[in-house]
């Protein structure tokens, strides 16, 4: 996988005649929302002023996944460049690394068994760049995408986002999966140019907080926060 928010109007409404109040009426802001179009889905969005924000420490990648295998053997192991990954239906997943120093170049290394999805993620490192292989725990099926998956609190939707502004050599972008049954399935998929997600976290179910990084030179960049509404 390559490179790949208000304006106020408000209304104020004085009684003019006898000996009515003429204290105003409350005043009623209306925030008007922009839009984000992520593959063919469109959601609203809202840049935020406030940054006090506390997102979520996410596992890092690491250049060996001994330890978090060590963390799940009872369900995962390795032997040399084979990953084994148990599923609760019988099937055993196996993922070889390709060590040849060729545009063939692939290294998978188990990172966590995502308890909020039921997913075993796994990173895969190719030769400039890296991207995720999600395994479902109960009947194996894969899916790829950008990022770890943060899990809406009613698990209904997980998101990714990566932000590769400078060097560009992954997907700089947001994902939004939304389950189906037992498995996840891919809604939406946006590369974006001029800024990227940085940090994720929900608020509830159906909006997101976007810590997001916007290009300024080649070299540079400024944060800034958007809400993102998914429904």
Known sequence: MKKNIALLSFTLLIGCSGN????????????????????????????????????????????????????????????????????????????????????????????????????????????????????????GEPLETIAYPIASPNNKYFVCGNCDLIAAFETNGLAVYKKNKNNYELAALRELADWGPDKLMWKNDTTLIVRALKKLTDETTTPFYKALYIK
């Not at 969005?45 to 060996?64: C, E, K, R, S, W």
């Open 20 to 139: 009515k109040d003429e204290t105003p009426k409350e005043q009623i802001a209306e925030v008007k929302l922009d839009t984000l179009v992520i593959g063919n889905s469109i959601y609203k969005t809202q840049d935020l002023a406030d940054t006090n924000y506390t997102f979520p420490d996410l596992i890092a990648p690491a250049d060996t996944d001994n330890v978090n295998i060590i963390n799940f053997k009872e369900h995962v192991s390795r032997s040399a460049d084979s990953l084994f990954l148990s599923c609760d239906n019988g099937k055993t997943i196996k993922l070889v690394n390709n060590r040849a120093q060729d545009d063939g170049y692939v290294l998978f290394n188990f990172m966590d068994l995502n308890k909020d999805i039921n997913y075993y993620v796994i990173t895969r490192l190719r030769v400039e760049s890296r991207d995720f292989i999600l395994v479902n725990k109960k009947n």
